[in-house]
């Protein structure tokens, strides 16, 4: 048995020094700046499902690939600008899954690189209303020859899946603070309450007001014009796209970099956007002067560091927060502090904590929230901490409220043969027991906790935006409402994206305008070691006891105050 032991060392010690070697040669190979040529364009593909951020992770890069992020997209447009080498910019659009909040500033950013001087083509294949909204941003669109485009407006989409869980032998109990907050319907009901109904409403008329009124501005028709286009016509081939003036061309991809150098004798060589955004920031005039931090604030919130959870997607670790928080207030060289917000809130307690971080971090220098697609429930809960909230108009925001509950296994217990004896001392001692709803003695437990927690809540917002208990109450219920509304609340201060999130710091921190700044990111990179260690114990724990993890999964999420969003919400 000791051999055995001794040889499982040994062969684990080799294995991690080869993961180690593997791990610097590939970080090698991702350090490399890349060579620009002198006459090139950018092509920017924009598709699927775009980030906020995503740190640094040279093995999981190498072997699964990568793909921009808005830092990226964002550092290459402003790179390029400056840039004598970028003639011009391809942007590849299709079925791009961004919020609005994200598209708007995209646009502003697309903008801003025209002020150059330079170009920015967009090339269409298929495009539903949010690539095409925008490709208008750019200077010409151009058309594959078999390609359309669907102006479909908006239709909304939220699942219930109530019927679903009383099948599976799982029956929900939960109890909220809001008339508008009801995130457990999904779980509890089998179609919208009236408040969800109305909010959701505001929503797509918000939405499909700022697409109608986008695409007339950019492709100078009128409102009139593009709801017949949705109403009437909907599918555009090519020709159709180019007759009716949405549309400036029909080329193939290999045609687009010709109009980019107009007569210019030199070929221009292609530049992939994801490369260019690595090259160093000191050989086009950036990454010198004061410095700045930007922490990115991703995901739902949690305890703990960041994650991705089966059924919340990516987490926001508050511990992994707070950290960078304490370190950038901590760094005398870092000037002031801006969070990158984009989340519909989560636990409770992880909101808290991080909201107390920043109001430490404020004490030693200015911290400004910028909010991207979403800064719901918790998500504004930590923002309301900063000296400065900058919004969107399509961001979601507020969500002020609070929900607890839990989910009965008892029926899939049954179903499956598992037989659970329970012994308790304690009238509520079955708070959180997985196998029944909460008892009237509990419930009023539940309840007293909730209300304790929404008046923290209100109360924090109505200290942050010096406004009355009362005042907050009535524009809070959980109710959520767009940047532009929130403005108008006065929930937020200022309605721009992360840029101008920076200036505000600039001025905060007292950088002077001609001076240039430096960007100090969070999170860094993660340690790929600890991740593969981590997925590792995580597999054999589910293979050991795949029930327990199941028992232990719904421990960890019910009977625990939640500010998060109260629906999720698809638009197609």
């Known amino acids: 048995m000791r051999k055995f032991i001794t040889w499982l060392i040994i062969i684990l010690g080799i294995f991690m020094v080869l993961l180690i070697m593997a791990y610097v040669f590939i970080s090698a190979l991702f350090d490399t700046e890349p060579v620009v040529p002198a006459h090139a364009y950018l092509a920017m593909p924009l598709s699927g499902f775009i980030q906020e951020y995503k740190p640094p992770d040279p093995v999981g890069e190498y072997l699964e690939g990568s793909s921009l992020d808005m830092k990226k997209i964002s550092q290459s447009l402003k790179y390029a600008a400056v840039d004598d080498r970028i003639t011009g910019i391809i942007l590849e659009i299709e079925n791009i899954q961004a919020g609005f909040a994200k598209l708007h500033e995209l646009s502003q950013q697309i903008a801003a690189f025209r ?118 016509i909907t599918g555009f081939s090519a020709d159709l796209a180019l007759e009716h003036k949405l549309i400036d061309g029909i080329k193939y991809s290999d045609q687009l970099p010709d109009l980019l150098k107009a007569d210019k004798p030199y070929k221009l060589s292609r530049m992939s956007a ?126 002020i409220g609070v929900f607890i509950g839990k989910f009965s296994l008892e029926e899939l217990y049954n179903k499956i ?28 437990v539940v309840r007293r906790l909730i209300e304790n927690s929404y008046h923290s809540f209100v109360s924090k917002v109505a200290e942050s935006r010096k406004k009355t208990f009362k005042e907050v109450d009535q524009i809070a219920q959980g109710r959520v409402w767009t940047g532009e509304q929130g403005l108008d609340l006065n929930l937020a201060d200022v309605k721009g994206g992360l840029d101008e999130a920076i200036l505000i ?30 997925s590792v114990s995580l597999t054999a724990k589910t293979m050991t006891n795949p029930l327990q993890e199941i028992d232990l999964y719904f421990k960890q999420i019910q009977g625990r105050s939640l500010y998060m969003l109260p629906f999720t919400l698809t638009l197609n």
């Not at 960007?519 to 991740?531: A, F, H, Q, T």
């Open 417 to 444: 043969g598992v037989k659970v004896t329970t012994l308790q001392r304690g009238k509520n001692a079955g708070l959180l027991n997985l196998n029944q709803k909460f008892t009237d003695s509990e419930r009023k």
């Open 115 to 232: 002020q150059s001087g330079k170009k920015v083509l967009a090339l269409l294949n298929i495009a539903l209303p949010r690539d095409y909204y925008l490709a208008t941003a750019c200077d010409s669109i151009y058309m594959q020859p078999e390609g359309t485009i669907l102006l479909t407006g908006f239709v909304a989409e939220v699942s219930f899946y109530k019927d679903l869980l009383g099948k599976l032998g799982i029956e929900a109990d939960f109890e909220h603070v809001g008339r508008y907050k009801n995130a457990p319907d999904e779980y509890t009901r089998q179609n919208m309450t009236d408040e969800q109904k109305e909010v959701i409403n505001t929503i797509l008329d918000s939405r499909y007001y700022d697409l109608v009124s986008t695409l007339a501005r950019n492709r100078n028709l009128t409102e009139p014009e593009i709801i017949n286009f949705i109403d009437t």
């Open 505 to 534: 710091a600039r001025k905060m921190a007292g950088v002077k305008p001609e001076d240039k700044i430096r960007l100090i990111v969070y999170p860094k990179s993660r340690s790929v070691l600890s991740e593969i260690l981590r």
């Open 274 to 399: 994801l490369e260019y955004s690595n090259i160093d920031p000191g050989s086009v005039g950036f990454g010198t002067g004061p410095r700045l931090a930007l922490i990115y604030c991703q995901g739902t919130m949690m305890n703990g560091d960041d994650g991705n959870d089966p059924v919340f997607g990516t987490t926001m670790g508050a511990d992994r927060v707070i950290r960078n928080l304490r370190q950038a207030a901590d760094t005398k060289s870092i000037k002031a502090i801006i969070m990158r917000i984009d989340s519909p809130g989560g636990l409770a307690t992880a909101a808290d904590e991080i909201w107390h971080a920043v109001m430490e971090a404020r004490k030693k220098k200015p911290v400004i929230a910028s909010i991207s697609d979403v800064g719901a429930s918790g998500g504004y809960y930590m923002a309301i901490a900063a000296d400065t909230i900058v919004v969107q108009s399509p961001t979601l925001i507020g969500s």
